[in-house]
């Protein structure tokens, strides 16, 4: 077809071929391994004469259609798909880098690319350097000298800090450097980093696209040279390939994909605002409230403010968990993205291994919640967070019931 389709039809239909027996759902090709029609038709594979399926660490019906799903949405040339989000992360650094390459990263990345960052590359030679992402003058002189590559995430996990993508990447092509953007508290949906500069895009298909807790699964989109020469050698040869069940069921969760992060969003804002008039809550952090500290850059870099709320309560770590122990219908979870709301402590779990110091340079306290808002009725989220607050001033009354 030469139109060009909308998201919401791309999500549904992109990347769909049928077998010969007209399914109407995709059809789960869980095989390992192909064969071919004789000697001469494997040797043609292997050569890369013919186009021909040869094993699921490299490729599989089911994944592809994954792949061209996910680059219809993104507007990506190419994707390979990765067992993790972390595998997708781990893959698109390590497949570009080598000893005496110089790394610069925002500071607040998702816990394990941080390790990534700090801990594992430098093992290997490569320079890694960290700067407050939403300070640009840090970006100017980090990216005044030469550099091979770029990670940011933005909004980041769990402050919902903004990098400017374009600006950073601006400085980032000059400075010679390949630009990764981890995109999964925007989704494919609230923000377009490819068409903002960036020349990757990684996401965990653990968050939204599945969106209901099943399955984990990664993704790393970029232009077809740099995935078929760099990317494709590294993930072929080290084997971090993607379940054909899981992409199966992040392809079906795909179908629901903009319902639910829209939806998602509406509840995150209403909860966002509600919480903010709340005398035990010391700030409120979401994109798209005009007192978030980079209201203006969110709006101009997003559609919509995302899934998830950050917020203080006052009275630090043991007035988190009064509140936390008092939801009734929120469950206390480090995923995020789901259909069901999630609450964080960060300090204490997802963010407790980088330490009291890096946690304070990021901005998170003892007090700091992060809630993935999910798509139960928003008067009924209200009404438990409501209640979980009145338990966080008046202890003694719910640890009765
Ligand atoms: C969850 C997450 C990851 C890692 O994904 P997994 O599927 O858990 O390996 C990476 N980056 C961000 C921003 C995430 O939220």
Same mark, same amino acid.
Not at 11 to 34: D, I, K, Q, W, Y
Not at 258 to 278: G, I, T, Y
Not at 377 to 394: K, P
């Given at each position: ?15 769909? @071929? ?6 109407? /759902? ?46 219809? =949405? ?6 390979? #798909? ?26 607040? #990345? ?59 990447? %601006? ?42 807790? !099943? ?9 077809? +040279? ?8 590294? =993930? ?9 069940? @899981?992409?199966?069921?992040?392809? +079906?969760? #795909? ?11 509406? @509840? ?9 008039? !709340? ?37 630090? %770590? ?7 122990? /008092? ?57 438990? #967070?409501?209640?979980?607050?009145? /338990? ?5 009354? !719910?640890?009765?019931?």
């Amino acid at each position: 077809m030469s139109r060009k389709l909308r998201p919401a039809t791309q999500l549904v239909r992109g990347g769909l @071929n049928r077998s010969n027996h007209g399914e109407t /759902a995709e059809a789960m090709f869980l095989t390992s391994g192909f064969v071919y029609d004789n000697a001469e038709q494997a040797e043609a594979t292997f050569k890369n004469e013919i186009e021909h399926y040869q094993y699921s660490r490299f490729a599989n019906p089911t994944t592809t259609m994954l792949e061209d799903r996910l680059c219809a =949405i993104e507007g990506a040339e190419a994707c390979r #798909l990765m067992a993790t989000g972390m595998a997708a992360v781990h893959s698109a650094l390590l497949s570009h880098l080598k000893t005496g390459d110089r790394l610069v990263a925002s500071r607040a #990345l998702f816990g394990s690319c941080h390790w990534i960052v700090s801990t594992l590359l430098p093992r290997y030679g490569i320079q890694a350097e960290f700067v407050d992402g939403g300070d640009m003058a840090q970006w100017q002189v980090a990216l005044s000298k030469p550099a091979t590559m770029v990670l940011l995430e933005s909004p980041s996990n769990p402050m919902l800090e903004l990098v400017d993508v374009p600006a950073v990447c %601006k400085l980032a092509h000059a400075a010679g450097a390949l630009v990764v953007v981890d995109n999964v508290f925007a989704t494919p949906l609230l923000q377009k980093p490819l068409e903002q500069g960036a020349d990757v895009v990684v996401y965990s298909c653990t968050k939204h696209m599945d969106g209901q807790g !099943r399955v984990l699964g990664g993704a790393v989109l970029g232009r077809k +040279k740099w995935v078929e020469e760099v990317l494709m050698p590294f =993930i072929r040869n080290t084997g971090p390939a993607m379940s054909p069940f @899981n992409a199966w069921v992040i392809l +079906k969760g #795909l179908e629901t994909l903009k319902l639910r992060v829209d939806q998602m969003c509406r @509840n995150a804002a209403a909860v966002a605002d509600f919480l903010s008039e !709340r005398a035990e809550i010391s700030r409120v952090l979401y994109p798209f409230r005009a007192d978030h500290p980079q209201h203006a850059l969110a709006v101009r870099q997003m559609s919509a403010g995302g899934t998830l709320v950050t917020f203080d309560i006052k009275g630090g %770590k043991e007035a988190c968990f009064r509140f936390m122990n /008092a939801l009734q219908i929120v469950d206390i979870s480090n995923n995020l993205g789901d259909s069901k709301s999630l609450a964080t402590h960060p300090a204490t779990t997802t963010h407790m291994r980088i330490g009291p110091e890096e946690r304070a340079k990021l901005g998170i306290t003892d007090g700091t919640v992060r809630l993935s808002v999910g798509l139960e009725d928003v008067a009924d989220l209200i009404e438990d #967070l409501a209640e979980a607050l009145d /338990a966080v001033s008046a202890p003694g009354l !719910r640890a009765a019931e």
